[in-house]
């Protein structure tokens, strides 16, 4: 089971830092992912980390801006989200999956889901 928390209501510019924990499980030799969703849009897809390795994986409007990281010990990944635009503003997601590197943004390959956390940028 996946816990996402960590969102909530920031000016433009300001930074949030969303958390997603494995609840009874591990992480390990998996890919866990963020993605997003706003009212009307399909779901896309922010930013992904592989357990093993680190390797990072960002959508291009949030280079620079988001960073992803994972604490093996609490078996939590994190996504810092930094100068905050209102375009961010979405439900976000973690999911966990065995994706390829050219599908890594693909949400058929994740096959955990957790309950989305809303994040709010005000302008």
């Known amino acids: 089971q996946l816990q996402a928390c960590g969102g909530g209501l920031v000016q433009a510019g300001g930074s949030l830092r969303l958390s997603c924990a494995a609840s009874g499980g591990t992480f390990a030799g998996y890919t866990v992912a963020w993605f997003r969703q706003s009212p009307g849009t399909e779901r896309e897809y922010v930013s992904s980390i592989r357990w093993s390795g680190g390797a990072t994986y960002y959508r291009d409007s949030v280079k620079g801006r988001f960073t992803i990281s994972r604490d093996s010990a609490k078996t939590t990944a994190y996504l810092q989200m930094n100068s905050l635009k209102p375009e961010d503003t979405a439900v976000y997601y973690c999911?966990?999956?065995?994706?390829?590197?050219?599908?890594?943004?693909?949400?058929?390959?994740?096959?955990?889901w957790g309950q989305g956390t809303l994040v709010t940028v005000s302008s």
């Open positions: 999911a966990v999956g065995r994706p390829i590197t050219s599908a890594v943004s693909n949400d058929n390959m994740y096959y955990y």
